[in-house]
């Protein structure tokens, strides 16, 4: 990142890491689990045939201790007669109509999916049986804006085994924070295009993570439901805490949006094109090796403020956005914790030597997805930065340009600037080809596409091969040992994206510049 930030120093005016969205999930472990509700029922002395009884006194009984603070301080409980509708614009809504500063400001009440129990009459063996299914029941979403964290939502299932989840933002804390201690900024919707004190603020959101996460999420969960222990009783289960999802976000604010709208471009263009699979596992803490199964998608899209650049592995993502014109917003998200290394104790074992460990969902680990994020965000503006070279297009395509002899053969010279070199390059540097390669099969598909026949095909397979040993004598790709597979090198992805991007300057941007 140091990197990044150097090379643009000038029109940069501060940067701001920190989680940006964190879900977190409460789960009655012992309840969650068919063994556990037996328990549960066997100490409450309620016998299976009297469970629908029981289910639905008790999810009446979360209902109204949920509301009744609402209730209490003149706050609207609304049904949403659609789980689609969206809960968030509803809430906001209600604080501009309000004018709602702190506190409560509304639960909304929605049916949807859940994972609970029922009763199953098992005809064969004439006995009532217990089962986990998923069946639709009543969530009840608090809205509040928060004294520590700012706005806020949290739900809670109104039917057995009553799972939470809580959704916080990074930034709506830190803003509560500066508030707190008067730091002046400048805010635009989910980020600070101007902090006056950005070290200051960066000392904030490190604070963050010496949240005590057990004790405050317990507080949370008995404002959603303050009669957990009577409705429990006499069986004592608390929730226990895990992170479903968290954003990390690095924000680097440039001095205007005109600054940034100079080079982003080119960042967008030259990362979906030079990054392949490798530098994307790279990115999110994985070393390339053969046996890797899975799959590594990179894709941009358009969003309204602009163009979003995003790489998938395996559940976890880190993508590149501009926010608000004048922010550059580098994002990693981790919803596979377990595909990530830490250096921690065995399970069980807290005392003992550490050693790698798959990472934790359980909020124990949550300041180890803040280090992996981290990281993850940093080596990304390092690949960033090392994207804008200086050298001259001319020195970087003319080694290319001319015909060379290798294994003792004339090999002729890319024509990059001709429709059929550049049509092959830009198939070759297809996200598709970033983890296996490509074949000379896939080529020929995508050139000369249709059925052919059997001699036709070779004719054309010949064609390929021809055209793909010269790209291998130029160093642009190589074979895959053991294969008939080919992947770009790295001299190759940096040809390829001076040739890819050229394609869409305009003449007259170009006489711009020679003048």
């Known amino acids: 990142m140091d990197s990044f930030i150097t090379q643009y120093e000038k029109q940069i005016i501060g940067h701001l890491s920190g989680f940006d969205r964190l879900v977190l999930r409460g789960t009655l472990r012992a309840l969650a689990v068919k063994s556990g509700m037996m328990s549960f029922l066997w100490n409450t002395g309620v016998r299976l045939k009297d469970c629908g009884k029981m289910f639905l006194d008790k999810s009446k009984q979360l209902k109204e201790a949920s509301c009744a603070q609402a209730h209490r301080e003149n706050r609207p409980v609304i049904y949403l007669p659609s789980s689609k509708i969206n809960k968030e614009e509803q809430a906001l809504k209600i604080v501009q109509h309000d004018g709602i500063r702190n506190g409560l400001i509304c639960v909304l009440t929605a049916v949807e999916a859940c994972q609970t129990y029922e009763i199953f009459r098992n005809r064969e063996q004439k006995k009532l049986e217990l089962r986990p299914r ?249 690949a960033l930065a090392s994207i804008e070279v200086d050298r001259l297009l001319g020195e970087i395509v003319e080694s290319v340009c001319c015909p060379i002899h290798w294994k003792s053969q004339r090999v002729r010279p890319l024509r990059p600037w001709a429709k059929e070199d550049t049509t092959l390059l830009e198939i070759i540097s297809r996200g598709e080809f970033n983890i296996n390669g490509f074949r000379n099969r896939d080529i020929r598909q995508r050139i000369y596409p249709g059925n052919h026949d059997a001699h036709t095909n070779r004719c054309l397979s010949a064609r390929i091969t ?41 003449i007259t941007r170009i006489t711009a510049l020679a003048a």
Request: charged share 25%; glycine share 6%.
């Open 134 to 382: 998923i069946r639709k029941c009543l969530f009840l979403y608090h809205y509040w804006i928060d004294e520590v964290f700012g706005f806020m939502n949290a739900r809670i299932q109104s039917w057995f085994p009553f799972s939470i989840q809580i959704c916080l933002n990074g930034r709506e804390w830190l803003g509560r924070q500066m508030d707190r201690l008067g730091l002046r900024y400048q805010r635009r919707d989910n980020c600070f295009p101007r902090i006056d004190q950005v070290e200051k603020a960066q000392e904030l959101m490190d604070q963050q993570l010496r949240t005590s996460w057990p004790s405050t999420l317990d507080e949370i969960a008995h404002r959603l439901n303050p009669e957990h222990d009577a409705m429990l009783a006499p069986f004592r289960e608390p929730y226990y805490w895990s992170t479903h999802q968290s954003e990390w976000a690095t924000d680097i604010m440039f001095k205007s949006a005109e600054s940034l709208a100079r080079i982003y471009p080119t960042l967008v263009r030259s990362g979906i094109s030079v990054f392949g699979s490798q530098d994307v596992m790279r990115f999110l803490g994985k070393k390339p090796h053969g046996n890797f199964q899975g799959e590594v998608v990179s894709h941009y899209g358009h969003r309204t403020e602009g163009i979003r650049l995003k790489h998938n592995l395996k559940g976890n993502s880190v993508k590149i956005y501009d926010k608000e014109g004048s922010i550059l917003r580098v994002e990693t998200t981790v919803n596979t914790p377990w595909d990530f290394k830490v250096y921690r104790p065995k399970e069980g074992d807290p005392e003992g030597p550490c050693s790698w460990q798959q990472m934790r969902k359980g909020i124990a680990d949550l300041h180890r997805r803040a280090q992996i994020s981290q990281a993850s965000n940093q080596r990304y503006l390092d």
């Open 466 to 506: 021809y055209r793909l040993r010269m790209l291998r004598a130029h160093g642009i790709i190589r074979k895959v040992p053991r294969t008939f597979r080919y992947v770009l090198t790295d001299k190759g992805r940096q040809i390829v994206t001076a040739v890819i991007q050229t394609q869409h300057i305009p």
